[in-house]
């Protein structure tokens, strides 16, 4: 095999012309072994055209030889050729030694088609044939984990932890973790959560490991996780969030919108933690940045009606209501849509005495509040001042039909009505 090595030892030295015509000599006249040394050689140093037109011409001496089929297909799939592949790989036979492998190549192209009945059906057969073979639970592992199921995946997974907990660089524990958390098993996600990361510190996994213990309610756990994560990555942008709702679920207001500042210094142009840090600010009484930051929400995604809603609400409470109509007549939102804003403008039409206006979003938010009291009740009384009696005695009847003891509906109501209650 000495001219196999004299190629290999010109193509490292850049020697491509004379490597070149050593092949050529080793494609036409050399031996079956020769020929299939060289072909692996340049198929793992990426000489794909050359690999395949030596596998090619063995497959000439030996058309139905099973390991020449899948080293073809192997060279055809990674050349982008994906159907020509399939097709050498269906030529092999049952009883072929290489079978198995034919079978779970064939899986992974049927997988990346989106067939996944087809996939799971070669990977099955390979199992037959192969039952101790790992790879092949673990495929089925990362197949049913594509497809959302869930049990079928965890126990794929559990087969190849019995016997490694990594396989082609992925960490099984974290597979495991994953699967458990998505599931809502924050608890039972944990414990392979810690078993992944005492086997490799990865900040990916344990930002899974933080989250999951705050969606399963292990605060404490989730501000410790999320804090070694901001230690090791303080670019990791997705864990301010999380970690802000922790310390707010652990009633460290201070502690959370300080970390909602810190985030927002790496990610400025993140709407839900300016909203976050508006929500944060008004809890903690804190009403001028509670504007800046809900406005700045607004301003990066002008539909972002949860962030609108907090803001007419701290206009309305300051009774800045010129500000209220100014904020909904510049937003990207139909007010049909979030009728709460068909509230906010009634309410504020009202107090700055644009009767007809408030008059119009009234009757419009109507149909969506038609059973809140509060809501009714502003209703009510904004009725009775525009002299509107009798539609105003209707308001006060509904009011009535659920709180029916209410002296002070029953009062006005007879007042409107003028009748004996």
């Not at 992944?196 to 989730?222: D, H, P, V, W």
């Not at 539909?303 to 904020?327: M, P, R, S, W, Y």
Request: glycine fraction near 6%; charge should be negative; hydrophobic fraction near 40%.
């Amino acid at each position: 095999m000495d001219r196999i090595k004299k190629i290999l030892t010109m193509l490292e030295n850049g020697q491509h012309k004379q490597a070149n015509s050593e092949y050529n000599e080793v494609l036409t006249l050399g031996t079956p072994d020769e020929k299939y040394l060289l072909g692996e050689e340049l198929f793992q140093l990426g000489f794909l055209e050359e690999a395949k037109r030596l596998f090619e011409n063995l497959l000439e001496i030996y058309p139905d030889e099973g390991e020449l089929l899948v080293l073809l297909a192997e060279v055809l799939i990674e050349a982008g050729n994906e159907e020509q592949a399939t097709l050498i790989l269906e030529r092999i036979s049952e009883t072929d030694p290489s079978f198995g492998q034919s079978m779970l190549l064939l899986a992974d192209l049927y997988q990346i088609q989106g067939l996944y009945e087809v996939c799971e059906g070669k990977l099955l057969k390979a199992k037959a044939i192969m039952p101790k073979e790992i790879v092949i639970d673990f495929a089925l592992g990362e197949l049913y984990s594509e497809q959302g199921e869930i049990t079928s995946a965890l126990k794929a997974y559990t087969a190849v932890l019995k016997e490694q907990s990594e396989i082609a660089g992925v960490n099984i524990n974290q597979r495991i973790a994953d699967l458990l958390s998505t599931s809502g098993a924050f608890e039972e996600a944990l414990p392979y959560y810690e078993k992944s990361l005492s086997e490799k510190l990865e900040i990916n996994t344990l930002f899974g490991y933080a989250f999951t213990a705050l969606q399963g309610g292990y605060n404490r756990t989730a501000i410790e996780k999320f804090l070694e994560l901001k230690e090791l990555d303080p670019e990791y942008n997705s864990l301010y969030l999380p970690l802000a709702k922790a310390y707010e679920r652990e009633e460290e207001l201070e502690k959370s919108i300080d970390i909602v500042q810190q985030g927002i210094k790496h990610d400025e142009f993140n709407k839900e933690l300016l909203f976050y840090g508006g929500k944060l600010a008004l809890n903690l009484g804190w009403e001028e940045d509670a504007e800046r930051y809900l406005r700045e929400a607004l301003v990066l995604d002008p539909g972002f009606t949860e962030a609108a809603i907090n803001l007419d609400t701290l206009l309305i409470k300051q009774e800045k209501f010129d500000l209220v109509i100014e904020l909904l007549n510049t937003m990207d939102i139909q007010e049909e849509n979030e009728p709460q804003l068909l509230w906010d403008a009634a309410f504020a039409y009202e107090k700055l005495e644009d009767y007809p206006k408030a008059m119009e979003k009234y009757e419009s938010a109507y149909p969506f509040f038609k059973e809140d009291e509060s809501f009714l009740t502003d209703f009510g009384y904004f009725l009775i001042e525009e002299g509107k009696n009798d539609r105003a005695a209707e308001i006060f009847k509904q009011l009535l039909k659920n709180n029916p003891s209410n002296e002070e509906y029953l009062d006005l109501l007879e007042r409107l009505t003028d009748i004996e209650i």
